[in-house]
């Protein structure tokens, strides 16, 4: 058997999922603002990734906002039956694009229902709470407040899975003891490297771990070297970085995004990549010197 399903499956909630998914933030306007350039091909492409197989996506309603999950809807609705759309909760867009936080217990009440409408949907599959931390990094800081307003809309059979984004593992403790979670999403790569023990315990737990930014932070000397690896490979920098990935933990689980067909077909191709032994060393290396003294 060939396509996704070659990267094998993982526990999502109550659910097996493939671990090759889709994010859907690249499917908005420039700054993930406003409406696509073209609206047609950003249906094609959802339809695409749902028909090679793909049963993962992740959005917000904060990415548009609104119309990345009005066009999710649009392109997929009534949607498959497997299909586990997972979404984000804890921010909103200022008029001039800015990520602003809203998080209040109403807030993220508000949040539930805007997913839900401009989803088309009546329960949400998993909704994670986004902290906001310094940006793509988390901080400490209780989030049992914010937490609990989510597990209450769980308990209204609102949502039907809680998870965690840009969290740390004290957090993660604060939230479990409030109600379960399946995933915890942050920015792990290569070279960003600061969740490499968490994995490993998510994993013991039996959680999904879900990296956002594949190629985030490199330096340009990293980047030259990402690209040699690549290169030896006859593959993309980001197919290399994404079946590290995929060789790094089986409960990390895939969101690359794309607006672009193309792009789309190379990252579902990354299922028959498999790294040997010196290029993952290599990799490894760059890994290292990235890493704080």
């Not at 090679?52 to 609705?77: F, K």
């Not at 901080?139 to 209450?152: M, P, T, V």
Request: aromatic content about 6%; charged content about 25%.
């Amino acid at each position: 058997m060939g396509g996704i399903i070659n990267a094998g499956t993982y526990t999502l909630g109550d659910r097996t999922v493939k671990r090759i998914g889709y994010g859907a933030m690249q499917l908005a306007g420039k700054g993930v603002f406003g409406p696509p350039k073209d609206r047609d091909r950003a249906i094609a492409v959802l339809r695409e990734a749902v028909d090679a197989g793909v049963d993962h996506i992740d959005t917000s309603d904060y990415y548009g906002p609104h119309v990345t999950n009005q066009i999710i809807r649009e392109a997929l609705s009534p949607y498959p039956e497997d299909l586990a759309i997972v979404t984000k909760l804890g921010a909103r867009r200022g008029n001039d694009g800015s990520w602003l936080p809203w998080d209040e217990p109403a807030d993220l009440a508000q949040g539930v229902e805007d997913n839900r409408r401009n989803l088309g949907i009546d329960q949400i599959f998993a909704a994670n709470l986004r902290v906001m931390g310094t940006g793509h990094g988390p901080a400490e800081g209780s989030i049992g407040r914010r937490f609990e307003a989510l597990a209450e809309l769980q308990r209204k059979g609102l949502v039907r899975h809680l998870g965690l984004s840009n969290v740390t593992r004290d957090q993660i403790d604060e939230a479990r003891a409030i109600a379960p979670v399946v995933c915890v999403q942050n920015q792990y790569n290569v070279v960003q490297r600061d969740d490499d023990e968490l994995i490993d315990w998510l994993a013991s737990e039996g959680i999904a771990y879900v990296p956002f930014f594949p190629l985030g932070g490199f330096t340009p000397l990293q980047e030259v070297e990402l690209d040699a690896v690549a290169d030896d490979l006859d593959a993309t920098p980001m197919q290399v970085a994404l079946a590290w990935l995929l060789q790094r933990s089986p409960n990390i689980l895939l969101i690359p995004g794309t607006s672009s067909p193309e792009h789309l077909r190379e990252n579902l191709a990354v299922a028959e990549l498999t790294l040997p032994g010196d290029a993952l060393a290599r990799l490894d290396t760059i890994g290292r010197a990235a890493a704080p003294a």
